[in-house]
C-alpha cells in the first residue's frame, strides 16, 4: 500500500493463493479530481475459459491464464445538514477479461466485457468514533449492467435494492439492519452466458436464475478491548455481526415449478486492529455460514480496510 502526501492517490499490491491457484492484484484510484477514478488488474493462473459448442455440449478450454481489469468513475456528491449526511453518487465501470464465447454465427470470439451504470442514494446520521455504523440509516441502490459486445450471447441484467438501519440499545452502539435487492436477468432465445451476478450476498454464491429477490437481517455490536502488544499490534475491538438470509430463485418463464427459496444464518466476527504501531487500520476475522444452498456453508476469512 502506498500513498501521496495528500491523500489524494493510492496504490495497492496483493498475492492470493486458493484451491491451487496463484493471483497477483494491483488497483490504482485518484481523488484529486471529478469523477474519481479507479483501476484494477487481476491476474490468475488459473485458465481462462474459452468456450465452443460441439454436439449441444458445451466444450471449454484455454492455455492462457485468467486476465481480468476494472475501470471506475464515480461522483460523490455530498450534503450536509446538521447531524445528518446525505449522498448522491453515480457511478460507470467498465469490466474487461479473456474469457470468450465461440459464435458459429460470426465465426470469432465474444468476449464477456460488459458495462454497469449504478446511482446510489444515502442519507445517515453522524455517527461517532466507537461506533461501527450508523446510529440511524437508509439508502438506495440501482444499476443496470449491459454487455459491451452483441446481445447474442450475453445477457442483460439490472439490480434494485433497499436498507436501512437503527440503534437498538440491547448492547452498546449496536444496529440492526434490513436489506432487500432484487435482480433480473433479460434472457432471449439465443442466450448462452450469464454475467456474473450484480446481487451479493454470504450464503448464496454461484446462484444463477432469471429472477432472484433477496432479504437479509444484520444484527451488530462492538465488543470494545483497548488491547496492545507493544511493537506488534494495537487491538481496539471486536466487531460482531449476526445474520439471517433469504434467496428466493425463479429458474423458468413459463412454471414456477422449478423456483427454489434458500437460506442462510452466519457469524461475523472480525479485530479491528492497527499493527506494527503503524496508522493503518485492518479489519481481520472470520465468517462462519450455515446454508441450504449448494455450496453455501463453509468458514471463510474476512479482511478489509476500512476507508479504502
Not at 470468450?100 to 442519507?123: D, G, P
Amino acid at each position: 500500500f502506498t500513498q501521496n502526501d495528500l491523500g489524494t492517490a493510492y496504490g495497492q499490491l496483493g498475492y492470493s493463493y486458493h484451491g491451487g491457484y496463484h493471483a497477483l492484484h494491483a488497483r490504482f484510484t485518484y481523488s484529486g479530481w471529478y469523477p474519481i477514478v479507479s483501476l484494477q488488474l487481476d491476474y490468475n493462473d488459473e485458465t481462462s475459459y474459452r468456450s465452443i459448442a460441439r454436439n449441444d455440449t458445451l466444450f471449454r478450454h484455454s492455455p492462457a491464464p485468467s486476465l481480468q481489469g476494472r475501470l471506475l468513475a464515480y461522483v460523490p456528491l455530498q450534503y450536509r445538514r446538521q447531524a445528518w449526511t446525505t449522498q448522491v453518487v453515480p457511478s460507470l465501470q467498465f469490466y474487461l477479461d479473456n474469457n470468450r464465447w465461440y459464435s458459429k454465427l460470426s465465426k470469432r470470439y465474444e468476449y464477456s466485457n460488459f458495462m454497469l451504470w449504478q446511482l446510489q442514494l444515502s442519507t445517515a446520521r453522524d455517527k461517532a468514533q466507537r461506533d461501527i455504523k450508523s446510529p440511524l440509516h437508509a439508502g438506495m441502490t440501482m444499476g443496470v449492467m449491459h454487455p459491451l459486445t452483441r446481445e447474442l450471447y450475453y445477457t442483460p441484467q439490472s439490480l434494485f435494492s433497499l436498507y436501512g438501519g437503527t440503534h437498538l440499545g440491547i448492547l452498546s452502539n449496536d444496529v440492526l439492519s434490513y436489506k432487500f435487492a432484487a435482480q433480473r436477468y433479460y434472457l432471449n432465445s439465443t442466450t448462452r452466458m450469464l454475467m456474473r451476478p450484480l446481487l451479493s450476498s454470504r450464503g448464496f454464491e454461484g446462484i444463477y436464475a432469471k429472477k432472484m429477490r433477496y432479504h437479509a437481517l444484520d444484527y451488530t455490536f462492538p465488543l470494545n478491548m483497548d488491547l496492545s502488544i507493544p511493537n506488534i499490534v494495537y487491538i481496539k475491538r471486536l466487531e460482531t455481526t449476526l445474520f439471517a438470509e433469504m434467496l428466493h430463485a425463479q429458474q423458468s418463464l413459463v412454471s414456477r415449478d422449478e423456483d427454489k427459496t434458500y437460506r442462510a444464518v452466519g457469524l461475523e466476527a472480525s479485530f479491528n486492529l492497527c499493527p506494527l504501531r503503524i496508522n493503518f487500520a485492518l479489519n481481520i476475522g472470520l465468517r462462519a455460514t450455515l446454508s441450504d444452498a449448494p455450496a453455501g456453508s463453509g468458514v471463510e476469512m474476512v479482511l478489509n480496510v476500512p476507508y479504502l
